[in-house]
């Protein structure tokens, strides 16, 4: 019943990204048509002398030839201009609820509500009860949009959204859960810095009919957008039914903290200003990647689990999703620091790890152009995992929101999790929760961009500057 239910839930994400995004347009076009005509006179004389001699006593016919041409030429030119077609514009958001508890105990997924324990997510155990942690619950949205709304005489900062699919859970317990598919949203915006990144306060009313009836209404203080990383706080009160039919009636306020990636975040007047000429902040941003690799390591994870036959050249992957790299304004601007909602690395049967937001130190280098980018970097994954991860990427674009990379690197760290141990115990090798090694590979990263050195807002002579 557990993992039919998370099973429905990532579904349900999912279809209500494809659709969201695929419905979307995020840039507004316009095409202005100009006529030229030009006009051109050529006139051409020419003097012929005629030999022999003349009596400049006679009026004597003149040599001059004059010609005279005329031309219209006409020909329509198109200027087109493309903007931005969104106020916001995001993958994730994730909140962790706080005062929250029903009496159901804590989900315990902790800060920004993502934090699960890596042997929940490997075995979809259900997490024990505890009604003594700080955060009881959680909302998770998935493929969030807003819009300029013009109402109220065409007043500043207020947007219509709507949401792909959103959970709100304030405890443990089964019976209180909150579902929306296509949330309706009104929001507005007061703004306290106009500079990236953007603080502002955000009352915010949402309603949803299906799964579960219910309305929100929340005040949230927003810091971002930032290379799609964003941080709030939220306080707020949420009411309505479980379900259309037999469901429960639940309403309690909250108070939570929230990140959220890939979540982009215009101001009405930059709706106004070309793609073109707008400020980028970010070396790079992708929605996920992913690498083939090998390591040395003593079990591979594409073969059988006997250690007398021999192993494969690969012996694991790794993978990210929803990852940025924000660029410093330190040094020539090249270091940035980026993190990623969820980060993967299995080198072998005992040696993996599993990040939620690691921290991520990384310089970007262009020894031959903007197109190919050597990215080394330093990252510390905390939580379900703990481990050190240290390497460097070679990207190459080779289409449209598609790049090659190549990968090599360094993890050691602790799993956080029985799995390995109970691995090793099948197989007669002794289990052990830590590991090390030393990998390469080879693969791609998908729906990303690469910015270059002369896209990024700093020394360009912006007005922020």
């Not at 006179?41 to 004597?60: A, C, F, H, L, M």
């Not at 200003?273 to 790079?284: G, P």
């Not at 790890?353 to 970007?364: C, E, N, Q």
């Not at 929101?401 to 099948?426: E, M, P």
């Amino acid at each position: 019943m557990k993992n039919s239910r998370h099973f429905f839930s990532l579904t349900m994400a999912f279809v209500a990204l494809t659709f969201l995004f695929g419905c979307v347009s995020y840039t507004r076009t316009e095409r202005d048509v100009h006529t030229h005509t030009t006009i051109d006179t050529v006139v051409s004389e020419t003097v012929k002398n005629q030999p022999g001699d003349r009596d400049n006593g006679i009026i004597y016919p003149s040599s001059r030839t004059v010609v005279i041409n005329r031309s219209v030429v006409q020909y329509d030119s198109v200027a087109i201009r493309e903007y931005p077609n969104f106020i916001r514009l995001g993958l994730f958001e994730g909140i962790g609820l706080m005062g929250t508890d029903l009496g159901g105990g804590s989900t315990q997924t902790g800060l920004f509500g993502v934090f699960y324990e890596l042997d929940r997510i490997l075995t979809q155990e259900p997490a024990p009860a505890n009604t003594g942690a700080l955060f009881s619950g959680y909302i998770y949205r998935f493929g969030i949009a807003e819009w300029r709304l013009r109402w109220l005489g065409d007043a500043h900062d207020w947007s219509v959204g709507i949401t792909g699919y959103e959970v709100i859970r304030p405890d443990n317990a089964d019976g209180y859960t909150l579902t929306g598919a296509g949330v309706l949203s009104v929001h507005k915006r007061f703004y306290l810095s106009n500079k990236i990144p953007y603080l502002c306060i955000r009352p915010q009313f949402s309603l949803s009919f299906v799964p579960s009836p219910y309305v929100n209404t929340s005040v949230s203080a927003d810091l971002g957008s930032i290379g799609g990383l964003n941080l709030r706080v939220y306080a707020g009160y949420a009411l309505g039914v479980t379900k259309l039919v037999d469901g429960n009636s639940v309403n309690f306020p909250y108070i939570g903290i929230g990140t959220s990636v890939l979540d982009f975040l215009n101001r009405e007047e930059e709706l106004e200003t070309e793609w073109k000429n707008h400020e980028h902040s970010a070396w790079h941003v992708e929605v996920t990647d992913f690498a083939l690799i090998g390591a040395n390591t003593n079990f591979s994870i594409f073969t059988t689990n006997d250690p007398s036959k021999p192993q494969p050249l690969l012996s694991g992957i790794a993978g990210r999703v929803a990852s940025a790299e924000v660029a410093l304004p330190i040094l020539d601007k090249r270091f940035a620091v980026g993190t990623s909602l969820l980060n993967v690395l299995i080198m072998g049967m005992q040696e993996f790890g599993i990040g939620v937001l690691p921290i991520r130190v990384s310089y970007f280098w262009n020894p031959f152009g903007n197109r190919f980018t050597v990215q080394p970097f330093l990252e510390y994954n905390y939580a379900p995992s703990n481990f050190i991860h240290t390497g460097f990427r070679a990207l190459m674009p080779i289409a449209d929101n598609t790049t090659l990379q190549i990968v090599a690197g360094y993890a050691s760290g602790n799993v956080g999790s029985a799995t390995a141990r109970v691995f090793g115990d099948k197989i007669g090798v002794q289990g052990i929760d830590s590991f090390q090694a030393i990998y390469v590979g080879v693969g791609l990263s998908l729906f990303d961009r690469i910015f270059g050195s002369n896209e990024l807002r700093y020394g360009r002579g912006l007005p922020h500057e």
